[in-house]
């Protein structure tokens, strides 16, 4: 179980608008431009590798 918080990305599925959250200090919100609960997209606790 991870104890610190955590930064993931969070997208709407219906508009597909993103954002980064703080898990699990922030709950996920809801889109701001139509209003649907919003989602995760990606965990970003690590750099990228291509």
Do not use: A
């Amino acid at each position: 179980m991870r104890k610190q918080s955590e930064p993931v990305e969070v997208v709407c599925p219906h508009c597909k608008y993103t954002g980064i959250v703080y898990l699990p200090e922030e709950e996920l919100p809801k889109c701001p431009k139509c209003g649907r609960q919003m989602v995760i997209s990606e965990l970003l606790d690590e750099g990228k590798s291509y």
